[in-house]
């Protein structure tokens, strides 16, 4: 079993950047692959971006493209998300998970573990 908490998050003008990161415990990181997801009020909860195991494969969900990067440190047992370019429609909670499987997943039923949620708010 593992552990996440989520850490980063803010209030933010739009086209300012933030940096969430989710430290892991209980299980190494490297057994993972891992996801961050966000949901915004009154929204279900939906993908952001993916990395796998060893950091060499991302992938992220189109509204991030090209803003967002996701990295990870095994030896830290943490992960990143770099978020640039923020926009007032990126205002949600944002969750790390942990998905036991070797692939990358973009649904969230598909994930092991959560971690509670970290808040970014994006003013316009």
């Given at each position: 079993q593992v552990q996440l908490?989520?850490?980063g998050g803010g209030l933010v003008q739009a086209g300012g950047s933030l940096r969430l990161s989710c430290a892991a415990s209980g299980r190494t990181l490297s057994s993972y692959?891992?996801?961050w997801f966000r949901q915004a009020p009154g929204k279900e909860r939906e993908f952001v971006a993916a990395?796998?195991?060893g950091g060499g494969g991302t992938y992220y969900?189109?509204?991030v493209k090209g803003r967002f990067t996701i990295s990870r440190d095994n030896a830290k047992n943490t992960v990143y998300l770099q978020m640039n370019s923020l926009?007032?429609?990126?205002t949600a909670v944002y969750y790390c998970a942990a998905d036991a499987t070797l692939l990358i997943h973009t649904?969230?039923?598909a994930m092991?573990?959560?971690?509670?949620?970290?808040l970014v708010t994006v003013s316009s």
């Amino acid at each position: 079993q593992v552990q996440l908490v989520e850490s980063g998050g803010g209030l933010v003008q739009a086209g300012g950047s933030l940096r969430l990161s989710c430290a892991a415990s209980g299980r190494t990181l490297s057994s993972y692959v891992m996801d961050w997801f966000r949901q915004a009020p009154g929204k279900e909860r939906e993908f952001v971006a993916a990395i796998t195991r060893g950091g060499g494969g991302t992938y992220y969900a189109d509204s991030v493209k090209g803003r967002f990067t996701i990295s990870r440190d095994n030896a830290k047992n943490t992960v990143y998300l770099q978020m640039n370019s923020l926009k007032p429609e990126d205002t949600a909670v944002y969750y790390c998970a942990a998905d036991a499987t070797l692939l990358i997943h973009t649904i969230p039923s598909a994930m092991d573990y959560w971690g509670k949620g970290t808040l970014v708010t994006v003013s316009s």
